[in-house]
């Protein structure tokens, strides 16, 4: 009896503890979540003012470019150089290593965490997705009429790696070290360290 009295509180304790979530919590967790919370909205409006402002700086101005980017991103290593304009949702889940270079017109959607490690080249227009829906119309579409279903994945770029101008990188992907992308490549599965991949999709072409 006690023992089944005892099951029964915590499988309440652990219910409370699922509805008890932030939208911003679950966005982490890898859960479905409302894009449309407040706090999320907060803050992807906060991201968006930075982002002006990065914009905007003269590019003669390496000070006030490096101060915004420790305001909008999670984390920032030493000697990073990111070229505006730079785009993405949150800012605060994009951590990025040392001696990185981040060239025009990048999107990361950074609904999960986006890791980046040390002297890490991307090239122009890469895009970084974090974000996914259900494949099925009745299952991405919530019913309420409210918006659709989201949930986010993270991604996870090793140190040196080059990824060519144009290449996506899907939801969950890890890039191991050393490796180099080949440009416009669509990354939908793990790629291993020290190799060249490159396509749609993307597969290993050799080893380096």
């Known amino acids: 009896m006690v023992g089944n009295r005892a099951r029964g509180v915590l499988a309440s304790n652990m219910e409370m503890t699922r509805e008890e979530k932030t939208e911003r919590e679950k966005m982490l967790a890898g859960e479905p979540y409302n ?33 915004i980017l420790k305001e909008l991103l999670g984390g920032i290593g030493d000697g990073v150089w990111m070229e505006a304009p730079f785009f993405c949702d949150y800012g605060v889940n994009i951590r990025i290593g040392d001696g990185c270079f981040v060239n025009y017109n990048c999107v990361f959607i950074d609904n999960n965490v986006i890791t980046i490690g040390n002297n890490v080249l991307i090239g122009p227009a890469v895009q970084l997705y974090t974000a996914t829906h259900p494949l099925a119309a009745e299952e991405r579409i919530r019913a309420d009429g409210s918006g659709y279903v989201t949930r986010a994945v993270p991604i996870t770029i090793g140190d040196n790696v080059w990824i060519g101008g144009g290449a996506m990188v899907m939801p969950g992907v890890t890039i191991g070290a050393n490796t180099t992308v080949g440009a416009g490549s669509v990354v939908t599965k793990d790629v291993p360290e020290r190799c060249f991949a490159a396509g749609n999709p993307c597969r290993v072409i050799r080893n380096l």
């Open 35 to 67: 894009s449309r919370d407040p706090e999320l909205l907060a803050l992807y409006h906060r991201t968006k003012r930075l982002l002006a402002e990065f914009a905007g700086t003269a590019s003669t101005d390496a000070g006030e470019k490096q101060r």
